[in-house]
């Protein structure tokens, strides 16, 4: 049976009641640390990813270059067909006309998925384009440009037919003159073998993108009779990891015969690195602390991470200096320096922009201003102390030179 296609508000329900359902299987910094080929290697045939943070900065088309290379090992590693991006900004309702999602499937060389209902909601959606239900996507960059430099040839062959042509009937003879060419080279340029040629060549590429045609219908075919596993990634639990969840009741799970060192129907992928500051350190806040930043999963999900041949010295020299610099760390907060260094790392606090009030900069906002309002009080116990000093002085040593010149009077 297939599952109920819920609203959102239900599914994030789920999550809060569940928290192991936020756990991702893999946690990775970015793509740029995903083995695409073991995963492929494993029976993984298709891909979801999300475009924010994971591909592109918020709001952009253009793929963040850090993640080029990666997403280039993607594209060749899975049909790009296979390969769907999913996001809750473009494509969505959002978009009205699909003009954005357009816009990133051309750049990005991929198609996007244009769905009414939000992640984690729309997995029925996502299934149902894997599965072949709601056809091909609309723009096939490599197919495009194989058609398009077709009818460039065509043209050219034509232009060239058509000069040939002009050059025997109008340019060597008259406009007027009944030509009636006795060259075996004029014969071969008639009109009617020039059409009966032309059709010949159109009758061929014709046959040929017809052949063109079936194979690809063969390999989706083929595509479609495997068995459907889906690698899930996103920088986000409560959309991204939840939908994986969503994804993997769709599965049949008749053929899913699990065991603990099984891999799962759909894998997630959980990226953590943020290209650029984002407003939703809060929510990301709140899924870490339900999830207990745990994953989920026997198997050993590691040998799908890409390794730098330094790094495992670096773990090592990590591990052994890990007590004498948190020690170290421990003291560096008494210093002003470091707490000038940490305040400077924080996002500037704008008044005019509410989207600025976060609680860390206000708070090291307020301290500031305490700091400088006990300053300031400081400052005017000190100035009003010396000057009671002084006075106090001044009264009492008036008054001793008073009596002394008084005495002396008397005398």
């Known amino acids: ?54 591909l592109t900065l918020p709001n952009k088309d253009e793929i963040y270059p850090p993640y080029q290379i990666a997403w280039n090992n993607l594209l060749n590693t899975f049909n790009p067909e296979r390969v769907l991006i999913v996001s809750n900004s473009a494509g969505t309702k959002k978009d009205p006309g699909g003009i954005a999602a357009e816009s990133v499937s051309l750049s990005l060389k991929a198609p996007i998925l244009i769905h009414g209902q939000n992640k984690p909601g729309c997995s029925k959606d996502i299934i149902s384009y894997f599965k072949g239900n709601l056809g091909k996507p609309i723009t096939i960059r490599k197919k495009l440009i194989k058609e398009n430099e077709k009818v460039i040839k065509e043209e050219k062959e034509d232009e060239e037919m058509l000069r040939l042509r002009w050059e025997d009937e109008i340019y060597k003879k008259p406009l007027l003159g009944y030509n009636h060419p006795s060259d075996s080279k004029l014969n071969e340029r008639k009109g009617n073998i020039v059409t009966i040629e032309k059709q010949l060549k159109n009758s061929t590429i014709s046959n040929k993108s017809n052949e063109i045609e079936n194979n690809n219908n063969n390999n ?31 599965l049949n799970k008749s053929k899913n015969i699990k065991t603990k060192n099984s891999l799962p129907s759909v894998l997630s992928i959980y990226t953590t690195s943020l290209p650029k500051y984002n407003d939703v350190r809060l929510l990301r ?93 400081f400052k005017f116990i000190i100035v009003k102390s010396l000057n009671f000093g002084y006075n106090k002085f001044q009264f009492f040593f008036n008054k001793k030179f008073q009596n002394k010149s008084k005495i002396k009077f008397q005398e």
């Open 1 to 54: 049976m297939t599952p109920i296609q819920l609203p959102n508000i239900l599914i994030y329900l789920t999550g809060i009641i569940r928290p192991k359902l936020l756990r991702p299987n893999l946690k990775v910094t970015s793509i740029a640390q995903i083995n695409f080929k073991s995963l492929k290697n494993q029976g993984y045939n298709a891909i979801v990813i999300d475009k924010d943070n994971c």
């Open 220 to 250: 989706n075919n083929k595509e479609e009779e495997e068995e459907l596993k889906l690698i899930v990634i996103g920088d986000r639990l409560f959309t991204d990891i939840l939908l994986s969840h969503r994804l993997s009741l769709y």
């Open 285 to 377: 806040w709140i899924e870490e602390k339900l999830s207990k930043s745990k994953i989920k999963g026997n198997f050993n999900f590691n040998q799908f991470k890409l390794k730098d041949k330094n790094e495992e010295s670096i773990n090592l020299n990590f591990i052994e200096n890990k007590k004498q610099n948190k020690f170290i760390e421990f003291f560096k907060w008494f210093k002003i320096s470091k707490w000038k260094e940490f305040y400077n790392s924080l996002p500037p606090l704008n008044l005019k922009n509410p989207k600025s009030w976060k609680p860390l900069p206000i708070l090291f906002g307020l301290i500031k201003n305490l700091n400088y309002l006990i300053s300031l009080i």
